[in-house]
């Protein structure tokens, strides 16, 4: 069974950083793509930012150029870099492996953005 680790959310002041880890239990080039996605009470979950096999990211809107995505093949561990924090990226963070017709999620990791 594929399994994901989330680490890295908490609090920080609007303007900070963090940076989230998900650690993949298996290579992560078994996968076609790891991602991010955030969810908040109110809203469906969405895309963050995805990296493929290839090294192609993809970001949403709304962090494109705070947010970056990378992989570090030797430790199957993908990083979300987030900067510059506004208070609407306050979310529960998930990771998401995907193979063709499936994917896997972690459990999740709270980020809070307020002061």
């Known amino acids: 069974q594929v399994q994901l680790v989330e680490s890295g959310g908490g609090l920080v002041q609007p303007g900070g950083s963090l940076r989230l880890s998900c650690e993949v239990s298996?290579?992560?080039?078994?996968?076609?793509?790891v991602g991010w996605y955030r969810q908040t009470p109110e809203n469906e979950r969405e895309l963050v930012a995805t990296?493929?096999?290839?090294?192609?990211?993809r970001f949403a809107v709304s962090v494109q150029g705070r947010f970056t995505i990378s992989r570090d093949d030797a430790k199957n561990t993908v990083y979300l870099q987030m900067n510059n924090l506004k208070t609407e990226d306050t979310a529960v963070y998930y990771c998401?492996?995907?193979?063709?017709?499936?994917?896997?999620w972690g459990q999740g990791t709270r980020v809070t953005v307020s002061s």
């Open positions: 998401r492996a995907d193979i063709p017709l499936r994917f896997y």
């Open positions: 298996e290579y992560i080039f078994d996968f076609n793509s």
């Open positions: 990296i493929d096999r290839g090294g192609n990211t």
